[in-house]
């Protein structure tokens, strides 16, 4: 159980063009979920927090017109970075929590963004 | 503001030498301390949740045990394939923190 999916796995961009990440929840309804972004040997850090129906909270130094994210329902959320440039290339990954009571979140495997 | 902080960055270890991970940690109303296994290029994979000082859980090899400072993940006779980054997390009032993760190397 608490399986969470992505995709695209690995996709590759030109600058200046826009992509779409999406992250599911397979086999329950997430309250809450999480977009994070890591680096090469670096631990996660979170860029935002989205509950299904409302606004995407954003952590302090993320551009919120850059990095568009949209919770639909309680099984999808997406994340859009929009006028990639090559410093927006990294490893994004997505969580979601089914339960505020205990707060753990189950991750997905990530999606590998190059941008060119 | 909340830390986590992991030691050491990097273990190598022979198949079955045990050894222990460190996440100490300052937060704000601890909610509960997290690990999680990354495999190199893959989402973290959900491993514990300790919510309390004393608190400890077990899955195969690993057990894990939280104090109010600190958690220690424990690996008894580890296998090659035990080899990952492991993560520790700490939800307090905040955000979720993560550590910067120990990479650990089972040798056959």
């Known amino acids: 159980g608490a399986v969470v999916s992505q995709h695209p796995s690995r996709v590759i961009c030109k600058s200046g063009t826009s992509v779409k990440i999406e992250c599911r929840s397979l086999?329950?309804?997430?309250?809450?979920m999480f977009w994070y972004r890591q680096f090469p040997k670096q631990s996660l850090m979170l860029m935002a927090t989205?509950?299904?129906?409302?606004?995407?909270?954003?952590e302090q130094g993320v551009e919120k017109d850059k990095f568009l994210i949209n919770h639909a329902s309680l099984t999808l959320s997406t994340l859009t970075v929009t006028s990639a440039h090559p410093e927006d290339s990294s490893f994004y990954i997505c969580?979601?929590?089914?339960?505020?009571?205990?707060?753990?979140?189950?991750f997905g495997p990530g999606t590998r963004l190059t941008v060119l | 503001e909340d830390q986590v902080t992991q030691s050491p960055e990097a273990l190598r270890l022979q198949e079955g030498e045990s050894s222990s991970l460190n996440c100490s940690y300052t937060v704000s109303g601890l909610r509960g301390l997290f690990w999680y296994r990354q495999d190199p290029g893959k989402g973290p994979e959900f491993l514990f949740t300790?919510?309390?000082a004393g608190e400890e859980k077990e899955k195969e090899r690993l057990k894990a045990t939280l104090t109010k400072k600190e958690s220690f993940l424990h690996i008894t006779a580890p296998k090659p394939e035990d080899s990952a980054t492991y993560l520790c997390?700490?939800?307090?009032?905040?955000?979720?923190?993560f550590g910067a993760g120990t990479r650990l190397t089972v040798k056959p």
């Open positions: 300790l919510y309390s």
């Open positions: 989205s509950n299904e129906g409302s606004k995407a909270t954003y």
């Open positions: 086999d329950f309804q997430a309250t809450t």
């Open positions: 969580s979601a929590s089914m339960d505020r009571a205990t707060d753990t979140q189950y």
């Open positions: 997390a700490v939800q307090g009032e905040g955000s979720m923190r």
